[in-house]
């Protein structure tokens, strides 16, 4: 194996790795917004754990987090839960962040 070759290699693996990262803290991310729109839609103990596994399961709809948002989005319009969409937004953010520290920190 030449030493391009097996620099590639490096390079493929590091790619592999950073996708799995991106895919674990993406669900971990919606899990805790799911928790996090739990609270606010006034649920908790069972109800706010399938509450937040139905928020990761949105994510399976489409590629992105647009389908994530929508479903936030339409749960507090159904419930009149005060929240603007920037903040929903920098939610999902700040808990993405949030998130893959926690995967880090497991690793």
């Given at each position: 194996?030449?030493?391009f ?13 950073d996708e ?10 919606n899990?805790?917004?799911g928790?996090?729109?739990?609270e ?7 109800e ?15 590629a992105?987090d ?9 749960d507090?319009?159904?419930k009149s839960?005060e929240?603007?969409d920037h ?10 962040a949030?998130?893959i520290?926690?995967?880090?920190a497991?690793?």
């Amino acid at each position: 194996m030449t030493t391009f070759d097996k620099r590639q290699e490096g390079f493929e693996k590091k790619f592999a790795m950073d996708e799995e990262l991106q895919f674990k803290a993406a669900a971990r991310r919606n899990k805790l917004l799911g928790q996090w729109a739990a609270e606010k839609l006034g649920l908790s103990g069972e109800e706010a754990d399938a509450y937040a596994k139905s928020v990761v399961m949105a994510d399976f709809q489409e590629a992105g987090d647009d389908d994530v948002f929508r479903k936030v989005r339409a749960d507090f319009d159904a419930k009149s839960v005060e929240q603007s969409d920037h903040q929903i937004r920098r939610t999902m953010d700040e808990l993405m962040a949030k998130a893959i520290e926690q995967i880090k920190a497991a690793s």
